[in-house]
């Protein structure tokens, strides 16, 4: 079954501890990307790759960072949440250069205290 | 950068009634790509019906079909017989494909809608 899978589902924390959500598809898509969801804000890109070792920041990427050294796997990683990262996370996957239909995990949501 | 705007934040409809959606844009591109995403109370996010800026005719997927007015840059999306199950919150995106920034999907805000007995 083609599937984007995140993990956890659901993460508390404390601030400034470091923390990876992780995630992996299983569709050999060229592009994967990240995105954070809050009320009244929609979803809005953190971080993408376009391929293994090519990434590049979204529209809100201060605080997190990304890897890409496998083509399935592109972990999100908080290196000292702060509550202002309290959120829903996606990642999503989707063939490069098309408009092809784009995956998404279940969500991850994430609570800093 | 591209806008999207969703004015509508909750809606809500009969079951087996219609219901429309509205969405507008705003982008200085030709070729583009435009979404309606469904999210349910599970959190996935589901694809519900997308359009090509190009084609002239509107995208239809069953209960679901769009108004696409380009010129107006609208967008939006009309429920017929709407059922229980729609209940969701519904998200319009904007993709423009390219070299520089990949695959990337602009968001609304959001239009929460509920189905009512």
């Known amino acids: 079954e083609a599937q984007v899978t995140q993990n956890p589902r659901y993460l508390i924390t404390v601030t400034g501890k470091k923390l990876t959500v992780t995630c992996s598809q299983n569709?050999?898509?060229?592009?994967m990307s990240w995105y954070r969801q809050d009320p009244g804000l929609g979803l809005r890109q953190i971080y993408y790759?376009?391929?293994?070792?090519?990434?590049d920041k979204g529209d809100v990427p201060e605080g997190y960072k990304v890897s890409r050294k496998e083509k399935r796997n592109f972990p999100l990683i908080l290196e000292s949440p702060s509550p202002n990262q309290t959120s829903l996370y996606f990642c999503a996957s989707s063939l490069y250069g098309t408009a092809s239909e784009a995956f998404f995990g279940q969500g991850t949501r994430l609570t800093v205290v | 950068a591209q806008t999207v705007t969703q004015s509508q934040p909750e809606m809500s409809v009969q079951e087996a009634e219609t219901v429309t959606l509205s969405c507008t844009y705003d982008t200085s591109e030709n070729n583009y790509y435009l979404f309606w995403y469904k999210q349910p109370p599970s959190r996935q996010m589901i694809l519900v019906i997308r359009q090509e800026a190009y084609k002239q005719q509107n995208a239809t997927e069953n209960r679901f079909s769009v108004n696409f007015q380009k010129a107006a840059k609208s967008f939006s999306l009309k429920i017929s017989d709407s059922q229980l199950g729609d209940t969701a919150m519904y998200f319009c995106a904007f993709m423009k494909p390219s070299t520089g920034g990949g695959n990337k999907l602009t968001f609304g805000t959001g239009t929460q809608l509920k189905v009512e007995l």
């Open positions: 569709m050999n898509h060229e592009y």
């Open positions: 790759s376009m391929n293994v070792e090519v990434t």
